[in-house]
């Protein structure tokens, strides 16, 4: 990362979202958490984000919801769809509570062993680092020395793997048109 380009106000949002990542005892900063605080942000690609509906509340509360984990192994599994081909779902599932009980199937994360992490930075994902390389090539296009809090917003929310496009659609949020509003922002 070429975080030396970086501006205070984008040195700002970075640690925002490690902020975030970090309340909620994530082991690194996301993609999500650098949606946050663009949403967050006091800057006016903050302003102009919430004025497009992406708020630091719809961020977190969609947050929460894709990265819930299933209660049991058949949350979310489709019955009348599985009755379309003949499986009767509740058959299945009292089958298996009586074979194997009824607590929630073991997660293959509860046997890795947890690695301790020091304070201070947190690990940045893959696709946080995509979406930081980004807003440098996006500062790139633009010709801009540093990298501002609008390279920033744009790439952010431009990302289109991880959980950055569920939570925009979920929220309504274009983000073709949310980026074209936070890039304007800088020309105002």
């Given at each position: 990362?070429?975080?030396?380009?970086?501006?205070?106000d984008?040195?700002?949002?970075?640690?925002?979202?490690?902020?975030?990542?970090?309340?909620?005892?994530?082991?690194?900063?996301?993609?999500?958490?650098?949606?946050?605080a663009?949403?967050?942000?006091?800057?006016?690609v903050?302003?102009?984000?919430?004025?497009?509906?992406?708020?630091?509340?719809?961020?977190?509360?969609?947050?929460?919801?894709?990265?819930?984990?299933?209660?049991?192994v058949?949350?979310?599994?489709?019955?009348?769809?599985?009755?379309?081909?003949?499986?009767?779902?509740?058959?299945?599932?009292?089958?298996?509570e009586?074979?194997?009980?009824?607590?929630?199937?073991?997660?293959?994360?509860?046997?890795?062993?947890?690695?301790?992490?020091?304070?201070?930075?947190?690990?940045?994902?893959?696709?946080?680092?995509?979406?930081?390389?980004?807003?440098v090539?996006?500062?790139?296009?633009?010709?801009?020395?540093?990298?501002?809090?609008?390279?920033?917003?744009?790439?952010?929310?431009?990302?289109?793997t991880?959980?950055?496009?569920?939570?925009?659609?979920?929220l309504?949020?274009?983000?073709?048109?949310?980026?074209?509003?936070?890039?304007?922002?800088?020309?105002?």
């Amino acid at each position: 990362m070429r975080s030396q380009r970086f501006d205070d106000d984008v040195r700002a949002l970075v640690r925002t979202a490690q902020e975030r990542a970090r309340t909620l005892s994530h082991p690194g900063v996301g993609s999500e958490h650098l949606l946050y605080a663009v949403a967050y942000s006091p800057t006016p690609v903050g302003v102009v984000a919430r004025e497009h509906g992406l708020t630091p509340g719809g961020v977190a509360a969609q947050t929460d919801r894709l990265l819930a984990r299933p209660h049991s192994v058949f949350d979310g599994v489709d019955a009348e769809a599985l009755a379309t081909i003949g499986i009767d779902l509740q058959a299945v599932r009292e089958a298996v509570e009586a074979s194997f009980g009824l607590g929630p199937a073991p997660s293959s994360r509860s046997r890795r062993t947890r690695v301790r992490r020091l304070p201070g930075h947190l690990a940045v994902t893959g696709r946080a680092r995509s979406c930081l390389d980004a807003a440098v090539h996006e500062a790139d296009r633009s010709g801009a020395v540093q990298v501002a809090a609008h390279h920033f917003g744009a790439a952010v929310v431009a990302a289109d793997t991880g959980l950055v496009p569920p939570i925009l659609a979920a929220l309504g949020v274009s983000a073709p048109t949310l980026r074209t509003a936070i890039l304007d922002c800088a020309c105002g």
